[in-house]
């Protein structure tokens, strides 16, 4: 292991942050290179797959732990804390879910005994779960502010709440947060979050934390003073902010390749900024940390390089404006 006390690990650590990224199984499993900079670089890492709902519960009643414990495993045995991802989500749900009609009562049953089973199965070894993701509709239309999604429609918008309150009988010491994309800086998607989840806390609705997704890109990325103004205004109503899966696409973005890195350096550069200045912001991870692990490419269809290492491993500029950033003030 790389004992140079100039990798973020040990820079954040000495600020008080945690500093961790997204991983996938099979690089964790078969990539030593993967490991090596895994190791020395973060100290909190979540699960990019196994721990959503499909990947535990495949077939009802049938719970697959395996993967999931073995991370946790791996984690534990390397001084790094888990953040679980996630409990409630539209994607990622196992088909003897979907293809099925299920009365409201059903549906209920079915989410909580998921929510006991599998919080409790981690109980007191997690530092958060992302209870529920994206539930928040992208358009904030017609008063629609939730998103249309199996949860909503089988159970009503109150399905929010309850997802909460199970997740915390199951393990009441694990922080609890509502995870999503699109509202970390100011506006009509942050606004609704805001909005849902001040009612939530008036009505002492177990939740602790508000995770920023912040997948954003070159293009219009969100602004720095509105997302330390976002913070701020959540902190308000007791909450921690954590960056839960930050990249930072530039194939969208314009300018020539040099003046596309610069950009994306400077975002990165901002955000952290931000996080560090907000007393309540406490974790920044990006969503996997090697370009040819990106979820982006695939999913856009194009080309990108929106994490801080390249797919050789080697730091790329947004690394060390991140290494520049957490010196600052230390
Ligand atoms: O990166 C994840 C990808 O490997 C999975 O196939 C996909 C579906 O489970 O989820 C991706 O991660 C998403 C995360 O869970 C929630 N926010 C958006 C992420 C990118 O789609």
């Not at 982006?296 to 080309?303: A, R, S």
Request: charged fraction near 20%.
């Amino acid at each position: 292991m790389n004992t140079n006390n100039s990798n973020l690990r040990s820079l954040a650590q000495k600020r008080k942050l945690a500093i961790g990224t997204g991983v996938s199984m099979e690089p964790l499993r078969d990539d030593p290179s993967y490991q090596q900079v895994l190791m020395r670089e973060y100290n909190i890492v979540t699960p990019t797959y196994i721990m959503k709902f499909e990947a535990l519960q495949p077939q009802r009643h049938h719970y697959n732990f395996e993967a999931a414990d073995n991370f946790v495993a791996i984690a534990k045995a390397n001084q790094m804390q888990v953040r679980g991802h996630n409990l409630v989500w539209h994607h990622s749900v196992p088909w003897w879910l979907t293809h099925e009609q299920w009365t409201p009562e059903e549906l209920i049953h079915i989410l909580r005994q998921h929510i006991h089973t599998v919080v409790g199965h981690y109980r007191g070894q997690l530092a958060a779960w992302d209870v529920v993701n994206e539930a928040v509709a992208d358009q904030d239309s017609a008063g629609q502010r939730k998103r249309d999604t199996i949860w909503l429609r089988g159970i009503g918008p109150e399905y929010v709440e309850l997802a909460f309150r199970w997740a915390h009988e199951a393990d009441p010491t694990v922080p609890l947060f509502y995870n999503d994309y699109g509202g970390e800086g100011l506006g009509a998607k942050s606004d609704a979050i805001y909005a849902m989840v001040k009612e939530l806390r008036q009505r002492d609705v177990p939740i602790h934390g508000i995770g920023f997704q912040m997948h954003v890109s070159i293009q219009n990325p969100p602004k720095p003073e509105d997302i330390a103004a976002n913070m701020k205004r959540l902190g308000e109503l007791g909450l921690q902010v954590q960056v839960t899966e930050m990249d930072v696409k530039i194939h969208d973005g314009s300018g020539t390749p040099e003046e596309r890195v610069a950009a994306q350096t400077q975002v990165y550069r901002d955000i952290l900024q931000v996080c560090l200045e907000a007393p309540n912001c406490t974790a920044f991870l990006t969503w996997e940390f090697a370009d040819h692990h990106s979820w982006i490419p695939d999913f856009f269809g194009k080309p990108d390089s929106p994490l801080p290492f390249d797919e050789s491993y080697h730091p790329k500029a947004a690394y060390h404006a991140m290494v520049e950033v957490l010196k600052i003030d230390s």
